[in-house]
């Protein structure tokens, strides 16, 4: 439930002076060498304790409550480059980041670019509407605020597994729902994978290891195609029921991220939104995240249908993230 997550040791974790430190270092590396030279080797050996927490970090992701809360990053005292390096660097620690676009972008910049409606580049995270509860298309997600917003802009993460076992209770007959296929329609930014549709459960047990994966957008704009049968009632009232336990104060939790936060999120055991937001006048103020999707190398098998949009499925296998056009 939400009120349990603050009172885990996976979910608080504060840098300490000597990882500041770390970090300080080799951002003074990094400007010394103008980006030109390749620290990624030297990455360990300069931040040794920064490392062996990120390593712990990655086992809790998998075993713990899939959510943790890293405080402290120094982004004040390193230049812009070097805070997206040294954090893409990190991430690497954790997992293999994977592409989040089709021209293999590895950090994604989460801030409201004004997309019009109907504009092919628009996807939640570039703008500064509420999101609905979803989770994305890797094993871990992770976030660092490098600025939060003037007003809103607050993170919400609701255990799925929770949910699960809540609907059980209170619908079983849409819990066997959530576990059947649901199509999916491409995301209109994924245009380098060849399905123009795919299926994939929302929930799964599978190998005795749970699994959720949900984009609802997704699901409704795959519905409205003449090409795809439309959904049954049972399946809308399931998704709806999804949206309006974790909506329910009780099941999430609710925090800001501050400015130095980073956020790492196990996306099959946890679902998480953004509330709507309004930015500061100044554009040097506006909200602004750096996001990374990781492939965990410690991650569980996951039901052979998720392979159209995960790719392979085994356990530990690198998977997930957008397919890169060809060029």
Known sequence: M????????????????????????FASEYERSDGAEDLSRSFESILPTFCERLKRIQSDLETGSGATRLAGF???????????????LAMTQVGTPVSQSIHGETVFHVRDEGYKEGDPRARGPSSKNRLTFHSDRCDVISFLCLQDAK???????VSSIAIFEQIERERPDLARVLMEPFWYQRHNVDSGNE?????????SIYQERFASSLLRVLIDRA???PDIPEMTMLQREGLDLIEELACRPEMHLE?????????????????HRRTAFADHQDE???????????????SRALNPLF?????????????????????
Request: proline letters at 5%; aromatic letters at 10%.
């Open 307 to 327: 392979a159209a949009s995960y790719g392979n499925t085994a356990a530990g296998s690198v998977r997930g993230g957008m397919r890169v056009a060809a060029s």
């Open 284 to 298: 040097n103020r506006r909200r602004h995240l750096l996001r990374v999707w990781l492939s965990m190398p410690n």
């Open 223 to 225: 519905y409205q195609s």
């Open 255 to 271: 925090f800001r991220q501050e400015r130095g936060d980073i956020v790492l999120l196990n996306n099959f055991v946890t679902l």
């Open 151 to 157: 007003h809103g802009g607050d993170n919400q993460i």
């Open 74 to 88: 120094p982004i004040d005292q390193i230049s812009h480059d070097a805070v997206e390096r040294i954090f893409l």
């Open 195 to 203: 399905n123009s549709f795919y299926q994939q459960p929302v929930f």
């Open 2 to 25: 939400g009120a349990d997550l603050p009172q885990r040791p996976d979910w608080c974790h504060q840098l300490t002076p000597d990882e500041i430190a770390e970090c300080i270092a």
